[in-house]
DNA sequence: CGAAATATGTCAATATGGCTGACGTAAATA
DNA sequence: TATTTACGTCAGCCATATTGACATATTTCG
């Protein structure tokens, strides 16, 4: 083979007719890069960043969780949760309380506030989402719900379908 | 109305029949943190991280790639993108070269070590995205790569096209 | 009942990956 | 020649994550 033996900068391209994977694997990151920054401008308001929109809208949208489903959901440390968490509950936008059967628990729910808040980082989400299953056909809007599904681990997919279908 | 007044917690869950587009918006999120948990076992042994994965992958991708392309790519600083990129040169998996034309640019290059590390990273997602398709029928498959194109911001749209489709 | 397990919290140190701001150098361009 | 461009670097800081150790209720088990 040629006569660059070295190991000296490879210029060939890495095209999708080699990978044709590639193209799903780049577009999940462009989408997740512009998707995640939506809501950006208005956490700024509240001196708030995307670690707080995950754990205000998992509590917002499962109100009454434990701590450790919301672990289990984000997958983080309780120790890297505590801090967001704390700072979510001295604001006023998530409240604790004791469980009713298990006082252990500490269960959490949004306030009035913290419902609200919810709402408007969802709003450009959902625009945005909306706008495009606005441009698919049924079929389209199905494949592109099953992909997302299947690129869920395969052990967390029940799980995951559970929590997001109620 | 009742005679809740205060801010207390609010028990009602947020419906996917209130805004069905949280469908979409909740399973990105769950299908982006184990689609980029896959290299992490990998990139452990080298003692590097996701970004990276990031930068190795952009630059294997298109070989020859300017820094400012780089940056466009990743939406980071270049401050930020120094550190990780430094590693990834005095480690031997990324090579620079001035422009032939405009020496003032320091082109981009994997070497063989890069490639055959950035083929390595690939491999989990590949697998993963390929099941993926192989689970959808082409409607399906072509729902779900229409919906990603649709995630990105419009005013990126064809530049990533451009990037992707070569 | 007492021991063990569970749910949660907290303190401390550290890593990673981002940021802003300031400044420097070489090369291209006006 | 003056300015702009492409890139790099130093310094300090912030957000978010980690590991490990330890504390406190409360529940469960033998």
Redesign the pocket.
């Known amino acids: 083979m040629g006569a660059e033996g070295g190991t000296g900068p490879v210029t060939a391209p890495v095209t999708i007719a080699d990978k044709p994977e590639i193209v799903l694997i780049e577009l999940l990151f462009y989408a997740y890069r512009d998707f995640v920054s939506d809501p950006d401008a208005v956490l700024l308001r509240y001196?708030f960043?995307?670690?707080?929109h995950r754990v205000l809208h998992f509590v917002d949208r499962h109100p009454g969780m434990?701590?450790?489903d919301l672990l289990d959901i984000l997958?983080?440390?309780?120790?890297?949760l505590?801090?967001?968490l704390?700072e979510l509950i001295d604001t006023g936008f998530i409240e604790?309380v004791p469980g009713p059967v298990?006082?252990?628990?500490?269960l959490l729910y949004p306030t009035e506030k913290g419902r609200a808040l919810s709402a408007r980082l969802t709003e450009p989400q959902a625009r945005r989402i909306g706008a495009a299953l606005a441009a698919l056909d049924p079929a389209g809007r199905a494949g592109a719900e099953r992909f997302l599904r299947l690129m869920i681990d395969a052990d967390e997919r029940d799980k995951v379908s559970r929590l997001i279908s109620r």
């Open positions: 001196d960043g995307r670690a707080h434990r701590v450790a997958k983080i440390t309780k120790q890297s505590g801090r967001v704390k604790q298990d006082r252990r628990q500490r």
